[in-house]
C-alpha cells in the first residue's frame, strides 16, 4: 500500500507544478457549460417547468457535474498512456517491479487529476452560482456523499479507460474503442439524464458504466434521496469490482502474450 500512495504523492506533487494549464484548460469545459445551460434555458418556457422530473435549475447543475466528472478523467490522455506504455514496450519493465500494473494506473491518474479535480469543483460551482443564482438543497451530510460517490465515479471511469487502453496487447490502435465509449457517454450520461429517454433504452443506461460513471453523483447532487444513494453507491461498488476485475483479465493474458512471442 505505501508503494501506491508514494506513485499517488508523486503524480500529485508532479500536476502541481501546471496549474496555470488546468486554468487554461478549463475554458473548455466553461464553454460547454455555457453552451449547454442557454440551450436548456431555450427549451424550458419557466424555471419552474418540468422535463422528465427536472426543473431548469436541476437540469443544468446535472449537465454541470456530468461535464465535470467526464472532463476530470482526461479520458483520450489517460488512453493514450496506457496504449503507448504496451505499444512502446515500457510496460514490460513494469512486469517486474513489485506492484500490480493496474493498481500503477490507477493510482498515478487520481494522483495526476486531484488538483484538476479540486480547481474545476470550484469554478464549475462559481459559474453555475453566477448564471442560477442558487445550489441545489444540499447539506454537509449530502454533500460529502455525493463527493464519495464522485471519486467512485471517477475510479470506474479510469478502469474501463485503463481496459480500453489495455486492448493495445492485440490490435494497433484502441483509440476507435475509446471514442464510442466517450460518445456513448457523452449522449447517454453527459447531455442528458437517464429519465429522459425511452423506458427500454432507460434500462439499458441503467446497467451500463454510464449510470455509475457519470449519472448517479449528478443525480445526488440534484436530487438526493436515501433510495437513490443506495442505488447509486451499489452500482458503482459493483462496476469498480467489474471493471477492475476485467483490467486485470486483460493485462494477464497481455502479458502471457508478450512472453510466448518473447516481448
Same mark, same amino acid.
Given at each position: 500500500?505505501?508503494?501506491?500512495?508514494?506513485?499517488?504523492?508523486?503524480?500529485?506533487?508532479?500536476?502541481?507544478?501546471?496549474?496555470?494549464?488546468?486554468?487554461?484548460?478549463?475554458?473548455?469545459?466553461? #464553454?460547454?457549460?455555457?453552451?449547454?445551460?442557454?440551450?436548456?434555458?431555450?427549451?424550458?418556457?419557466?424555471?419552474?417547468?418540468?422535463?422528465?422530473?427536472?426543473?431548469?435549475?436541476?437540469?443544468?447543475?446535472?449537465?454541470?457535474?456530468?461535464?465535470?466528472?467526464?472532463?476530470?478523467?482526461?479520458?483520450?490522455?489517460?488512453?493514450?498512456?496506457?496504449?503507448?506504455?504496451?505499444?512502446?514496450?515500457?510496460?514490460?519493465?513494469?512486469?517486474?517491479?513489485?506492484?500490480?500494473?493496474?493498481?500503477?494506473?490507477?493510482?498515478?491518474?487520481?494522483?495526476?487529476?486531484?488538483?484538476?479535480?479540486?480547481?474545476?469543483?470550484?469554478?464549475?460551482?462559481?459559474?453555475?452560482?453566477?448564471?442560477?443564482?442558487?445550489?441545489?438543497?444540499?447539506?454537509?451530510?449530502?454533500?460529502?456523499?455525493?463527493?464519495?460517490?464522485?471519486?467512485?465515479?471517477?475510479?470506474?471511469?479510469?478502469?474501463?479507460?485503463?481496459? #480500453?487502453?489495455?486492448?493495445?496487447?492485440? #490490435?494497433?490502435?484502441?483509440?476507435?474503442?475509446?471514442?464510442?465509449?466517450?460518445?456513448?457517454?457523452?449522449?447517454?450520461?453527459?447531455?442528458?439524464?437517464?429519465?429522459?429517454?425511452?423506458?427500454?433504452?432507460?434500462?439499458?443506461?441503467?446497467?451500463?458504466?454510464?449510470?455509475?460513471?457519470?449519472?448517479?453523483?449528478?443525480?445526488?447532487?440534484?436530487?438526493?434521496?436515501?433510495?437513490?444513494?443506495?442505488?447509486?453507491?451499489?452500482?458503482?461498488?459493483?462496476?469498480?469490482?467489474?471493471?477492475?476485475?476485467?483490467?486485470?483479465?486483460?493485462?494477464?493474458?497481455?502479458?502471457?502474450?508478450?512472453?510466448?512471442?518473447?516481448?
Amino acid at each position: 500500500m505505501k508503494k501506491y500512495i508514494y506513485i499517488f504523492k508523486t503524480e500529485l506533487m508532479s500536476s502541481m507544478q501546471y496549474k496555470f494549464d488546468i486554468l487554461a484548460s478549463f475554458f473548455g469545459y466553461f #464553454i460547454h457549460i455555457f453552451i449547454f445551460l442557454n440551450l436548456w434555458k431555450y427549451i424550458y418556457t419557466s424555471p419552474d417547468k418540468l422535463i422528465s422530473g427536472y426543473d431548469m435549475y436541476q437540469m443544468i447543475w446535472y449537465v454541470i457535474v456530468t461535464e465535470y466528472l467526464w472532463s476530470l478523467v482526461g479520458g483520450r490522455s489517460q488512453c493514450k498512456k496506457i496504449s503507448n506504455d504496451v505499444k512502446s514496450g515500457n510496460i514490460s519493465y513494469n512486469i517486474s517491479k513489485p506492484y500490480s500494473y493496474i493498481n500503477y494506473a490507477l493510482t498515478s491518474h487520481l494522483g495526476s487529476i486531484i488538483v484538476k479535480g479540486i480547481i474545476y469543483a470550484f469554478l464549475g460551482l462559481l459559474v453555475g452560482y453566477t448564471f442560477l443564482g442558487k445550489f441545489p438543497n444540499l447539506n454537509i451530510f449530502t454533500i460529502t456523499l455525493t463527493i464519495i460517490s464522485s471519486l467512485l465515479a471517477t475510479i470506474v471511469s479510469t478502469l474501463f479507460i485503463t481496459f #480500453i487502453g489495455l486492448f493495445s496487447f492485440y #490490435i494497433e490502435d484502441s483509440t476507435p474503442f475509446y471514442w464510442v465509449y466517450s460518445k456513448f457517454t457523452l449522449i447517454f450520461g453527459t447531455i442528458f439524464p437517464v429519465e429522459i429517454f425511452p423506458k427500454t433504452i432507460r434500462k439499458i443506461i441503467s446497467y451500463s458504466p454510464v449510470y455509475a460513471a457519470t449519472y448517479g453523483p449528478a443525480k445526488l447532487f440534484v436530487d438526493f434521496s436515501k433510495e437513490k444513494l443506495v442505488e447509486v453507491f451499489t452500482i458503482q461498488i459493483i462496476y469498480v469490482l467489474i471493471a477492475y476485475l476485467l483490467c486485470l483479465l486483460m493485462y494477464k493474458r497481455g502479458v502471457r502474450k508478450l512472453n510466448v512471442n518473447g516481448g
